[in-house]
């Protein structure tokens, strides 16, 4: 549980700035169930992928 405490301060921004729920936030930060799950980007991610940079 105090790993999960470290990402308070994550979730309290999404729940601020995006207007999400606690669920909401601990679900995009993959926390589930009082776990913290493996991270994975969306598919329509902002971030470029390094093999299509010109």
Do not use: F, W
């Amino acid at each position: 549980m105090a790993d999960l405490e470290n990402y308070q301060m994550a979730v309290d921004m999404l729940k601020c700035h995006l207007g999400l729920t606690e669920e909401q936030a601990k679900a995009q930060l993959g926390i589930k169930d009082g776990k913290l799950n493996s991270l994975t980007l969306p598919k329509s991610s902002h971030i470029p992928d390094s093999k299509n940079r010109s």
